[in-house]
Structures are given as C-alpha cells and as structure tokens.
C-alpha cells in the first residue's frame, strides 16, 4: 500500500541554429515524455493538491483484474511517483471488479475518491438479454475518503452512491467539482447518456432538484462517456469522450456554456488520434495551474501497433485556448510537457 516508485522523464537536449551569428546552439529542455509511466493505465483524472500534481487512472486491464486503484503524484509534471493500491475490492466490499476512472477532490481537510465498480447493466443492456432472471446487479459509483491524496481511502459510504441507472445512464466516468455557484456536482454517464447531480455537504447523497429529480440529463450530442468540466473566465467547458473506446475512433468533444445545465452545443473536437504518434486519445481530465491560465490535458491513448483491448497509457500535453475562448486542437507528442513546478 506504501510503495512508491519514481518515473522520471525525458532530459531533451535540442540543437539550435543562432540565426544572426549562425553559431550553433545547445538547449536542455527537461520534458515529462509520452506516457507519462510503464503500465497500461487509462480515464485518468489529474488535480493539483498543495504543491503537488496528482493523477488517478483507471488500471487498464480484463474486468476481473480490475479490482484495485494506483495514483500517482508529482511537483514537477515530469518525474512522477506511484502509489500503489490506493483502495481495493477488499475495502470496497460490494465491488469486485471493474474499478474505473477515478475522481478525486478535497473538501474540509478530507480527500474524496469516487470510483465505478462492477460495470453494471441495466435491464435492457446486453447481460439481461442473457441473464433474464438474474437479479439487480450491485455495483454503481461509490466515494472512498482519506486523509491523504495517497490513501488508503476507506468505503466512505458502504454502498453506492448512484446504484442504478437514470436517463439511460450507465452509472460510470463520474467527475466531481466544485462549481462557480459554491456548491459540489457529479457529472457522469456511459452508454451515451450523461447526468449532472449536486451533491450534500458532507458527500453523502445527492439533493434532489426542485422537481424531485435526482439528476439531470446534459447529454450533448455526439456523446458516448467520460465527461468533465473546466471553468474559465466565468464560463463552463464541458468535454466528453466519443466514439468506440476500444479502438481508433475515440475522442474527445466539447461545448462551452454560461449553466451547468447547459444547452450545451457540440462546438468541435480537441483530441483525436494522430497515425504517427498513437491512436484511439481519449476519456481526459484538464489541470488548470493555479492562478494562472496554463492549462494541461491528462488522457489515455493507445500506442502503434496496439495489441490488446486494454493496452491504454497515460499521456500529459497542452491544452490551449484560442483569442476567442474556443480550445485548440491538442498535439500528441511523444515528448508530453516541460517540468512545470507548482
Ligand atoms: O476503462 C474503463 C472504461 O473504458 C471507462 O470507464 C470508459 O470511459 C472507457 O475509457
């Protein structure tokens, strides 16, 4: 549970050409490199906590071995270190596979993990076309709490908080944020439906709407799964995954909007595979250094010749914006980001 490895990245020595005393030049730039660790890891989530950058993936790999949770931080983007085993099927006892994409957030001196387990299907999914007599699947998003971004979290409610499906949402690829009106939300949803809900000040349910609801659905088009929000200068940024994520075609869209709520009109995609470098980019997260306008994209990608469904690494680049607001499409580089200390 304690262990901890170190990666670090790629010291890049470039040759320049001085253009007016053509004498040559030598630059060190210290860069993070692509991907950013050895391992298949994929959805990952990055967040800055105090002076350190920290990022939860999900440990890519069949459903059954997905039964723990490693995180990583780093001061600096570039030499990261692993924290093995952060929560477990042991701790979580109504899991016992498919832990994914975590999200994590502080609150009151406490840290939060919400994580997805177990990959329920609902009713009319293809397991109980199957399975017709099978009973309810247990399983949904759950919350683990820690007194440290490293673990270990502890089964924060004993049960999920979101247990079935709404609005045809399967119950995955949560985010959790605090949002411009001071109050904390979930956005979630696979199977190409995404619900946004509020959550009570300690975490342990959702607030109902003033309708009753207990969710809303936000679902924009093109949507399949992995949703997460930005905010910058007074505005919403919601992104999400489409495509297939089991091959080429995954990516990332996103909308910009004044609510929460939305409408949210699909604007363009950011991320996408580049043939020369990896395929499949997708299910992201943005880190937004403090105070300042710089931005990164965290996402999973998968490498040239790609030989298994679950071979996913975790890559770092630049997210920028352009005059109007609207966001660049991303470069996939193999370099990733210089050392960006907080
Ligand atoms: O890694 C498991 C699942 O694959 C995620 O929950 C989806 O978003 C997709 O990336």
Known sequence: MNKAFAFTGLLLVLFGCNQNTKNSQTEERILSGNPLWEGWYADPEGVVFGDEYWIYPTFSA????????????????????????????SIVKWANRAMWAPSAIEKDGRYFLFFAANDIQNQDGPYWKDNPD????????????????AGPFADY???PLIDQFYNGAQPIDQYVFKAMDGKYYIVYGGWRHCNIGQLNDDFTALVPFEDGDLVKEITPEGYVEGPTFAIRNGKYYFMWSEGNWGDETYRVAYAISDSLFGPFERIGTILSQDPEVATGSGHHSVINVPNTDEWYIVYHRRPIPNEGRDHRVTCIDKLEFNEDGTIK?????FEGVEARPL
């Open 329 to 333: 499409p991303v470069k996939i580089t």
């Open 134 to 149: 099978a009973a309810k699947q247990q399983g949904g998003i759950g919350i683990g709490v820690a007194d440290s971004p």
């Open 157 to 159: 409610l004993g049960k």
């Open 62 to 89: 069949k459903y059954e071995e997905q039964v723990f949770l490693d995180a990583f931080s780093s001061k600096d983007l570039v030499t990261w270190t692993k924290h093995e085993g952060i929560i477990d099927t």
